[in-house]
């Protein structure tokens, strides 16, 4: 599996900035003022000096928006660029966190990645972003709030045994969610439907 908590790299967590008790939170993505980095970014500024140096706020991906992100970014941040391959296999599981403050994505592919990574993820409350972290998988905050955010990241900053609750519950969700998994479900929605019509089909042909 290309996203897995087997590819976290201790190499990878110094070069970034962080000790075994550090907290890495990550974002993917494009870097564009639509996926709601303003807010992310303000959101880390509080959560960083909530918790001076228990933290590192760490972007892979490129984009438009990237010197004005650097610009705005706290002390610290790092941005990796764009990532691929094992490259960013390792990004993923080697963070603690991961963040989706957007709001115009249909369906954030980067989410399930995060949640396969075994992150803990914080998004905003929106579409399918919602639906995917209900149930205990992760935590929201208002759309656009960005003290939601922070409060939301400082929570899991400040208690691991619920940030691993959340790692666990979403990567136990991810393994149903396989594309196969996915097929079989719709395959088994179509036999019942198929099923009903049939037998009501019947029942109005019958004297």
């Not at 709601?36 to 438009?64: N, R, S, W, Y």
């Not at 409060?151 to 979403?170: G, Q, T, Y």
Request: glycine share 12%.
């Amino acid at each position: 599996m290309r996203f897995n908590p087997r590819y976290r790299s201790t190499a990878l967590r110094e070069r970034l900035g962080a000790t075994p008790d550090t907290v890495i939170v990550a974002y993917v993505g494009r870097i564009a003022p639509e996926k709601g980095l303003d807010v992310a970014l303000e959101a880390m500024h509080k959560v960083m000096g909530a918790v001076p140096g228990q933290t590192v706020f760490a972007l892979a991906g490129d984009g438009p928006y990237e010197a004005h992100c650097r610009a705005a970014a706290p002390a610290g941040t790092v941005f990796m660029g764009r990532i691929v391959g094992d490259d960013l296999s390792a990004f993923y599981a080697s963070a603690d966190m991961f963040v989706f403050p957007s709001v115009t994505d249909t369906f954030g592919n980067v989410l399930l990645e995060a949640m396969s990574s075994g992150l803990a993820v914080v998004g905003a409350e929106y579409g399918t972003t919602t639906e995917l972290l209900d149930e205990g998988r992760g935590l929201t905050f208002p759309s656009g709030d960005a003290d939601g955010m922070a409060n939301r990241i400082l929570e899991l900053v400040r208690a691991p045994d619920a940030r691993a609750a959340l790692s666990r519950r979403a990567r136990a969700y991810t393994e149903q969610a396989s594309w196969d998994a996915i097929f079989d479900e719709l395959v088994g929605e179509y036999m019942t439907v198929q099923g009903s019509g049939g037998a009501a089909g019947r029942a109005e042909q019958s004297p």
